[in-house]
């Protein structure tokens, strides 16, 4: 999404945010209301998104990149829906998946395939720095909570001597209430990037 895209996306959050209390806002989410600062505080990944209500601007400045502070907003609004089963599911299950697989393919699937492919040693350590764990089911999957509300999964397939490395995401199906299929690309964005940035 463009820059201006964003700021506008940003207006719209935020003057939909204005119209439900803070303090609902914050239970639904799994955050913190900072009254006395007019913050909402939600855990994200390894730290702490602090989203104004004011204007939706993270705190301090440029912890979170400006795509971030919009998805963090979309969050916020989104966990107003009810919670799900825990069912995890694939990307084409979310709504229009197939059409931004390849978006998904081409933004986060292969920059991680080629980043890691013949080293997948060193996705397990920076996954770690994200403040992703292994578990053991699905199978070779790095569990990333994203926010108290989302869970993803990353599943990573090292070459062998038939095939190539690949890797998908998963998520836990309350995700479809909460976020819509662009913004969990914009997530799963951020994830590869971040993975991805501390390669030496």
């Not at 006395?36 to 104004?52: C, D, H, K, Q, W």
């Not at 971030?68 to 998946?97: D, K, M, N, S």
């Not at 292969?110 to 720095?129: D, I, Y």
Request: glycine share 8%; charged share 25%.
């Amino acid at each position: 999404m463009a820059s201006g895209g964003l700021t506008e996306a940003r207006i719209r959050a935020v003057s939909e945010l204005r119209q439900s209390p803070p303090e609902q806002i914050a239970r639904d989410a799994g955050a913190v209301w900072n009254e006395r600062r007019g913050l909402l505080e939600v855990p994200y990944f390894n730290t702490t998104a602090s989203i104004r209500v004011a204007d939706g601007k993270s705190e301090p400045e440029g912890r979170l990149t400006e795509k971030e502070e919009v998805l963090t907003l979309h969050y916020l609004l989104g966990c107003r829906a009810p919670r799900a089963t825990g069912q995890v599911i694939g990307f084409q299950e979310l709504e229009t998946g197939s059409v931004y697989l390849p978006s998904i393919v081409g933004r986060v699937y292969k920059p991680l395939v080629a980043a890691f492919g013949a080293h997948p040693e060193k996705l397990f350590e920076r996954a770690a720095a994200l403040g992703g764990v292994r578990c053991a089911e699905p199978d070779n999957a790095i569990k990333f909570q994203a926010y108290p509300r989302v869970t993803v999964f990353l599943v990573f397939y090292p070459a062998d001597d038939e095939f190539p490395a690949d890797c998908t995401m998963l998520f836990d199906a309350d995700v479809r209430g909460i976020l819509t299929t662009e913004d969990v690309v914009v997530l799963c964005e951020e994830i590869a990037e971040h993975l991805v940035s501390g390669l030496h």
